[in-house]
């Protein structure tokens, strides 16, 4: 199987060290420093030299508090070669942003193959706060973001509205119950995303787990690809699943020709911050 790195680097956003568990970073001008279950091993210097403005104190599953506290939000830019977009980065009881730094190969992937073509379908599930819509909106394509979050919903909206973006659909829905819709109406898509969580709670209470719904859901998807054209990405951030055993699930049901790897982050020092996995591919 071959497999890729593929690592971020933007200005905005910087990974200074990691380790121990823990990451430092900046975010715009906002020095942070936060756990991180991948970041094992030594850091490049001791933690007690790093000099956070900022820190995360976990308080129980799925919350804490910075100390000090961050501003409520602040804009934070992506800037490629030939486009570049602009984000909202948030706080609250999560060690979240909002966004997540390594996806920016995705992005500049995505908005390269977009703009290089004409009257694109995007369909984005589990789509969060909405930098890939927006990447995929501002390349020229039609896109359908789907989430079960009403204020993930929102904050993507936001997004794009920070980037003059009126042209994106939202829909508060469970991803399955929209592909299942979709099907029956014989739609199609010339790319589809997916960023799933391990388990999630849907519209009306659904539940999601992972290693019981992704393999039904890639089966559902299979209707939903534009045979002539496409794009398939899928990103996992756990680790319940071993490559070879995604791109298998992947490949009974989508018979794509994928490109298999992991996303990082560099410090500046050139060591990579593995974040999660991806599969993807573009015909």
Not at 3 to 19: C, K, M, N, V
Not at 123 to 135: C, E, P, R, W
Not at 193 to 205: E, F, M, N, V
Request: proline share 7%; charged share 25%; hydrophobic share 40%.
């Amino acid at each position: 199987m071959e497999y890729h790195i593929l690592t971020a680097q933007w200005e905005s956003y910087r990974l200074i060290d990691f380790g121990e568990g823990w990451r430092w970073e900046y975010w715009g001008k906002y020095s942070v420093m936060r756990p991180d279950g991948w970041a094992v091993g030594r850091p490049s210097q001791p933690r007690s030299r790093w000099t956070p403005q900022h820190v995360y104190h976990p308080m129980g599953a799925y919350q804490g508090k910075w100390e000090p506290p961050l501003p409520e939000k602040w804009i934070l830019l992506y800037r490629s070669k030939r486009w570049q977009m602009k984000l909202w980065c948030r706080t609250g009881k999560f060690k979240h942003m909002g966004l997540f730094p390594e996806q920016a190969p995705h992005w500049d992937w995505l908005h390269e193959w977009i703009s290089q073509r004409q009257r694109v379908r995007i369909l984005n599930l589990f789509a969060y706060t909405g930098a890939a819509s927006i990447a995929a909106a501002l390349a020229g394509a039609q896109v359908i973001h789907v989430d079960s979050s009403r204020s993930a919903i929102k904050w993507a909206a936001e997004n794009a509205s920070l980037n003059n973006i009126q042209t994106i659909r939202w829909l508060v829905e469970d991803a399955r119950r929209f592909v299942q819709r979709a099907a029956r109406r014989r739609e199609t898509y010339d790319g589809i995303l997916l960023d799933p969580p391990a388990y999630g709670i849907g519209t009306k209470g659904r539940r999601w787990e992972l290693q019981q719904d992704l393999p039904i859901l890639l089966a559902e998807l299979l209707p939903l690809l534009s045979t002539d054209r496409g794009l398939f990405l899928l990103n996992l951030y756990t680790g319940d699943f071993s490559p070879y055993t995604v791109k298998r699930i992947i490949q009974e049901t989508l018979p794509l020709p994928l490109e298999v790897g992991e996303l990082t982050l560099p410090t500046p020092e050139g060591r990579l911050l593995s974040t999660g996995l991806f599969f993807r591919c573009r015909w």
